[in-house]
T-cell receptor, first 115, second 113 residues
Framework: DTGVSQDPRHKITKRGQNVTFRCDPI?????LYWYRQTLGQGPEFLTY????????KSRLLSDRFSAERPKGSFSTLEIQRTEQGDSAMYLC?????????????FGQGTRLTVV | GNSVTQMEGPVTLSEEAFLTINCTYT??????LFWYVQYPGEGLQLLLK?????DKGSNKGFEATYRKETTSFHLEKGSVQVSDSAVYFC????????????FGTGTRLKVLA
């Protein structure tokens, strides 16, 4: 296993279009997180899954954003009707939780540019 | 709420200089503390961590000590190399619940040969 992978690495889209990103976590990890990172800032939490259940969503996640993790494996993050303010790096991370949580491993991110 | 404050960058040093990047946090209870590094064009990589007060995390010559009395987790390295040029992020997680990370804004380090 080579770590957390994200696809695509880069996405340029026109305002108003829908986009979908995919994240494949480390195979034995049961927790999956999405973060957003804008230029010059640290990553900000968007949402997380434990197995297939989405257990928390940030206020940053507007109604235009939806995330899924079917069967507790890969996850998708969809943004509908994109706006220029959605331009950012979208990071996925995974970890293993049993009694305590391991540290999170991050993917390389998907850089979204809305024009 | 929980937060992390890092010293602003960029920090520019000559090779073999001593590095300190300050990080302070606000949190209830006993968070776990982390330093992540982001090299150009790459994702975040865990550099080191500490899970309780007075723990020292270390890796690749970098060190940081969890100081509860000053709510700090400053990153240090005795002799930086050009290859250490990157953005460094301090972060915390709160035990229990989501374990979501709260990150600082990052500090860019540039090391000159």
């Amino acid at each position: 296993d080579t770590g957390v992978s994200q696809d695509p690495r880069h996405k340029i889209t026109k305002r108003g279009q829908n986009v979908t990103f995919r994240c494949d976590p480390i195979s034995e990890h049961n927790r999956l997180y999405w973060y957003r990172q804008t230029l010059g800032q640290g990553p900000e939490f968007l949402t997380y899954f434990q197995n297939e259940a989405q257990l928390e969503k940030s206020r940053l996640l507007s109604d235009r954003f939806s995330a899924e993790r079917p069967k507790g494996s890969f996850s998708t993050l969809e943004i509908q009707r994109t706006e220029q303010g959605d331009s950012a790096m979208y990071l996925c991370a995974s970890s293993f939780y049993r009694v305590e949580n391991t540290e999170a491993f991050f993917g390389q991110g998907t850089r979204l540019t809305v024009v | 709420g929980n937060s992390v404050t890092q010293m602003e960058g960029p920090v520019t040093l000559s090779e073999e200089a001593f590095l300190t990047i300050n990080c302070t946090y606000t949190a209830t209870g006993y968070p776990s503390l982390f330093w992540y590094v982001q090299y150009p064009g790459e994702g975040l990589q865990l550099l080191l961590k500490a899970t309780k007060a007075d723990d020292k995390g270390s890796n690749k010559g970098f060190e940081a000590t969890y100081r509860k009395e000053t709510t700090s987790f400053h990153l240090e390295k005795g002799s930086v190399q050009v290859s250490d040029s990157a953005v460094y992020f301090c972060a915390l997680t709160q035990r229990g619940g989501t374990y979501k990370y709260i990150f600082g804004t990052g500090t860019r380090l540039k090391v000159l040969a």
